[in-house]
């Protein structure tokens, strides 16, 4: 379960958006691995806080399906559905192509500036924990959807794509991060020739890769999937 020192309540969030937070991160890394119970009474004595935003966040996490509230019984985190991340894969795809071909077609020197400082600091993290690597990798995504003015749409992404992140932890537990560092250089190479057709190569090959490794994943890791 979460230790309650994590808990650092933020002006202008609401306790249940931030509750919300920490959980979701929590089974996404899998620190709450699939069919943990979650407690609303202990969860509230955790955090310090009333049952009420508790309660709150629990709702959250079940429409997002990442925890299963069953009668009688207690509200529980699901195992990762395959449909939701082929689902969750498709779209953003999508919406990450189209992002990545706006910014190849009018590079933008600043952000391009940007992506390399993230690369640079991504290849220090060779050989680090998956959940950082993850966080780093999140920035990197949304830094791109920023710079087409296309922040609202990665919104949209990121409150769909839950299973599929919990999937990119367990690959990436299982594969060489070097891999997914290569693929953004690639990316940012594109972009900033101003390739379009190849941006949109890459970011489809770096998106499909998933579909590669989701087997092995799944074999190794059968109790985690539906």
Known sequence: MIAATTWEPKARI???AQVCEILRDAIITHALPPETRLSEIETAQRFGVSRQPVREAFITLAAQGLVDVRAQRGTFVTRISLDAVMDARFVREAVEADIVKLLAADPD?????????????????????????????????????????????WRVVVAMKAQMDRVRVLSSQH??????????????AAIAAGDVAGAEAAIRTHLQGILADLPVIRQDRPDYFT
Do not use: N, W, Y
Request: proline share 5%.
């Open 14 to 16: 609401s306790t249940a």
């Open 109 to 153: 020197p600043a952000l391009i500036a940007d992506l390399q400082d993230q690369l640079t600091r991504q290849a220090d993290m060779t050989g680090t924990a998956a959940p950082d690597f993850i966080q780093a990798d999140e920035t990197f995504h949304r830094t791109l959807a920023e710079g087409a003015g296309k922040a609202s749409a």
């Open 175 to 188: 594969f060489p991060i070097d891999r997914l560092i290569d693929q953004h250089r690639a990316l940012v």
